[in-house]
């Protein structure tokens, strides 16, 4: 093997991974958050909702967990124009996250809320509490504490996966590691640093991640 | 110019997705005798190799797939060797898979009781004895759900390799959107394909889990 490393154009390029970096964080944040907000709804809608709408939230949940995240951000895309939904890339990367998160997060959330004990709304219930406000003070906060572990890792999954959203041209950390390599031509190097990086991100959204749950969740004994 | 009707679009589709059925499979299969390696070094092994594995599992869960995929493609170049794409996706999944792997399959081998390894080794059984005869036989049959469940996470990273050249189900429908203009027809069929390879997967993997469980009540 003749080939000799070179991380010179990292002086040159640096600036371009930084931004990469801010618009995975970026994606994650947005993505995290609704999706992890739509897979809470879904899952209330699946375990305690109406008749009519169970059906339909199965159908959603099982279309998402059987597709390829590419495909969906393609279909999302490439597709949607066509019915007159025309997204930005970031837009569209964005849309795709929450889709996709709020499928798996709705399964993980709804074994959260199966756990809970009858007599927990029962006792809600009891006490002249609505059935949302027996979901909302009773059912959810434990819920969550449950599964928190779960959807942790499930939000870095999908962190890790955004990194197909340079597919469609949104500038994340990928984008930014095909740009580099395209024009320094150090294609091992550019992906070997980004992997790194990855790498790194992936330990720190674990972290925050347990930080806040620590801090959601003070004060509550673990059940 | 040239008419597709959706029927030539589906056949196009499904000529392509012979590919990434081959590459699940290999990737499973390959991952599977790699992940079982590693799981042999991580339980089995002297502090070295339970490192190593560790490491291992972490970066491969750690890091992006399209990641690996990228340094598979561009990383064995620099060996002076011209990498196939089809070369690069399968080692790249199979590596990926291994690690996914071993890790699930060691959370089964742990969930046997620690007693089980003290009374065969208190039948002067050796490990690989201990393994072949106690405690395989019972994380097996924790360990086959979540296995089905994950050739799932498989069949779904398979679309991954399209973006390093190698054409199936996933470039097919590029390639065919390319030509006919129609993306929302092209992409909500490979969809469908992919969840007709996916969903019975996820089925009988939930309906392994609820007879296996069974079967473990009735003890």
């Known amino acids: ?223 | 110019m040239m008419e597709f009707s959706t029927w030539d679009i589906l056949r196009n589709l499904l000529l392509a997705t012979r590919w990434t059925i081959v590459l699940s499979l290999v990737s499973f299969l390959g991952g599977g005798i790699v992940g079982a390696l590693l799981l042999f070094l991580r339980i089995g092994g002297n502090r070295i190799s339970t490192a190593f594995t560790r490491y291992y599992v972490e970066l491969f869960q750690g890091t992006p797939l399209l990641m690996q995929l990228f340094l598979a493609f561009f990383g064995l170049g620099l060996f002076g060797i011209n990498v196939p794409a089809w070369l690069a996706a399968g080692i790249a999944l199979v590596l990926w898979t291994a690690a996914f792997l071993a890790e699930i399959w060691r959370g089964c081998v742990e969930a046997v009781a620690r007693g089980q390894w003290e009374a065969s080794a208190s039948l002067g059984m050796g490990y690989v004895q201990q393994m072949r005869y106690v405690i395989l036989p019972q994380a097996l049959k924790v360990a086959i759900p979540p296995t089905v469940g994950f050739s799932v996470q498989v069949v779904k990273g398979t679309a991954l390799t399209s973006i390093i050249g190698f054409v199936e189900l996933s470039k097919a429908g590029t390639v065919v959107t390319n030509a006919t203009f129609q993306p929302f027809t092209v992409y909500g069929l490979v969809a469908l394909i992919y969840f007709a390879l996916c969903w019975p997967l996820s089925k009988s993997s939930q309906a392994l889990e609820r007879k296996l469980n069974a079967a473990h009540r009735n003890h």
């Open chain 1, 1 to 223: 093997m003749t080939y000799t490393f070179s991380f010179t154009w990292l002086t040159e390029y640096y600036p371009v991974l930084l931004k990469g970096i801010l618009v995975t964080i970026e994606l994650i944040a947005v993505g995290g958050l609704f999706g992890v907000a739509l897979g809470t709804a879904c899952a209330w809608a699946r375990a305690l909702g109406p008749a009519w709408l169970k059906p339909l939230v199965s159908a959603y949940v099982e279309l998402i967990r059987n597709t390829p995240f590419l495909i969906q951000l393609f279909f999302i895309f490439f597709g949607l124009p066509s019915l007159g939904l025309r997204l930005s890339e970031l837009e569209a990367a964005n849309l795709a996250m929450v889709v996709n998160l709020g499928a798996y997060s709705c399964e993980i959330v709804r074994a959260g809320i199966q756990a809970t004990p009858r007599g927990q709304f029962e006792a809600g219930a009891s006490l002249a509490m609505s059935p949302i406000q027996t979901f909302r003070y009773v059912v959810l906060v434990p819920a969550l504490q449950r599964i928190w572990p779960a959807l942790s890792s499930q939000v870095v999954i999908v962190m890790l996966g955004s990194a197909v959203v340079s597919q469609i041209a949104a500038e994340d950390l990928t984008f930014a590691a095909n740009f580099i390599q395209s024009r320094s031509f150090r294609a091992f190097e550019a992906y070997f640093v980004t992997t790194a990086i990855y790498l790194a991100l992936a330990i720190l959204l674990r972290q925050a991640l347990a930080a806040i749950g620590a801090m959601i969740f003070a004060r509550r004994p673990a059940r």
